[in-house]
């Protein structure tokens, strides 16, 4: 937290960013040009050439396997040669997520994994045959040859023919030499045909394979655009899946969260309010048996014990309002932001504009929201003002904090705000945090708006 602020300034120093502002110097060529010799080029056309074996031997595995377990379905037999075809397609689309992602950089995670019910091979084979994610291997299967077959055409054509006419001007002199022509046949038929022999011809045929070869890569991208959606719709996880590892995710920061509160509470009672109390007690003790002795000295001690009764009250009220404070339970947002404004070291001005209230778990979330980033304003900002805007945007709960101070704040550099952004993302919601060097500093939270 005590260097959020800060990180901007380093960040242009680092090593990722000289080597960023190196690669834009060297590439000034346009991307069109230099989109032939580029690794990701060379990298999609060995994708889209492999795709077509690779197809074949899919296809040919998922069509015998399948039909052959249909087949036998009126025996026993036929249930676990289906599972082992759709097993196998697993493992099919298990290579195919590695060469997808070495290839051409699409990193899918892989599907769901089995879960059996019970042990033995037949609840593994119920397992396999129930999982929406086999089938969709299978379909993947089914359909990788007829598309990788147009796709091979199609790049092979144009890669070949592109290089070859670019390449014509070095080589057209093997056809007079050893082919008994003058140069490439453009059409030919009872006795004459056209050739493309002369320096004009010569010169157009490589102008237009350098449009070919230049349009290569972008076709390229476009088949294998196709193909990495295939890959993620097919042998990804589901939306299901995704959504239950999220909230699985979500659940554990959560409880993490409220433990971390629990230590935070425990310790402040025990090293606060609960050690000013003990000592309050000694001293109270001490004065009741000073009171026959020397009155004066134990008035002087009940004054000092009553001093620290007022200290340890407004310590457990301290507490209080950190648990969930009595004002936005009793009057709002609108209220809690402007007392929250009130204890900032920087002026704010607070604009809340809702026509309801939200439900007291999700008023709570941008209540605290509100009040770690305010502190934030207040430690590491130098800012001279801020201000606080929260409305409501259909279906979602806005808050907005703005200061006007150094900038730098930067959500991934493992800081408070990480924590916060986290804390939002366990209860579906988005933290964007825009913060240049030199300021100013706008941190914008969505929260998803629930009613009571």
């Not at 690669?23 to 990298?43: C, N, S, V």
């Not at 950089?105 to 037949?122: I, T």
């Amino acid at each position: 937290m005590a260097t959020e602020y800060g990180q901007g300034y380093a960040r242009m120093d680092r090593p990722d960013f000289r080597a960023a502002d190196v690669a834009e110097r060297r590439h000034r060529l346009p991307a069109g040009l230099r989109a032939p010799i580029e690794a990701r080029t060379w990298q999609e056309l060995g994708y889209t050439l492999l795709s077509l074996p690779i197809g074949i031997v899919s296809f040919v595995f998922a069509v015998t396997m399948f039909s052959l377990g249909v087949g036998l379905l009126v025996t026993f037999i036929g249930v676990p040669v289906l599972a082992g075809a759709l097993a196998g397609c697993r493992g099919i689309g298990a290579l195919e997520r590695t060469r997808a992602r070495s290839l051409l950089g699409l990193d899918v995670a892989p599907p769901e994994p089995l879960r059996p019910k019970g042990g033995g091979a037949m609840a593994l084979i119920g397992s396999v045959l129930k999982s929406g994610a086999s089938w969709r291997h299978l379909l993947y299967s089914l359909l990788l040859m007829p598309w990788s077959m147009f796709s091979f055409i199609v790049a092979a054509a144009f890669w070949s023919y592109g290089w070859m006419m670019l390449t014509y001007p070095l080589w057209f002199w093997l056809f007079p030499l050893y082919g008994g022509q003058d140069g490439i046949q453009l059409y030919g038929g009872d006795g004459h045909g056209v050739y493309l022999d002369n320096p004009f011809e010569i010169g157009v045929t490589a102008a237009t394979g350098l449009l070919i070869t230049l349009a290569t890569p972008w076709i390229l991208r476009a088949l294998t655009t196709v193909d990495r959606l295939m890959v993620h719709g097919l042998l990804g996880p589901s939306r299901l899946a995704t959504r239950v590892e999220e909230l699985e995710s979500d659940r554990g920061v959560v409880v993490d969260t409220a433990a971390a509160d629990l230590r935070r509470i425990e310790r402040d009672l025990h090293d606060g309010a609960q050690a000013r109390l003990v000592a309050l007690a000694m001293d109270l003790g001490l004065a009741k048996e000073k009171l026959a002795e020397d009155p004066e000295a134990a008035a002087r001690m009940v004054d000092e014990a009553h001093g620290e009764v007022k200290v340890a009250l407004q310590e457990l009220r301290d507490l209080a309002r950190g648990i969930h404070p009595a004002i936005l339970t009793d009057r709002g947002l609108n209220a809690a932001l402007s007392a929250l404004a009130a204890r900032c070291t920087v002026p704010v001005q607070v604009e809340v504009d809702l026509a309801s209230r939200p439900a007291a778990a999700i008023e709570g979330i941008a209540y605290f929201t509100v009040s770690e980033l305010l502190q934030n304003i207040s430690k590491h900002s130098r800012a001279s003002r801020a201000s606080v805007d929260v409305w409501r945007s259909e279906a979602r709960l806005m808050l907005q904090v703005t200061d006007d101070g150094s900038g730098g704040a930067d959500v991934t550099a493992g800081s408070g705000l990480a924590g916060l952004a986290e804390r939002l993302d366990a209860v579906d919601g988005i933290l964007l945090v825009d913060s240049p060097q030199g300021g100013p500093t706008t941190v914008t939270a969505e929260l998803p708006w629930r009613y009571a």
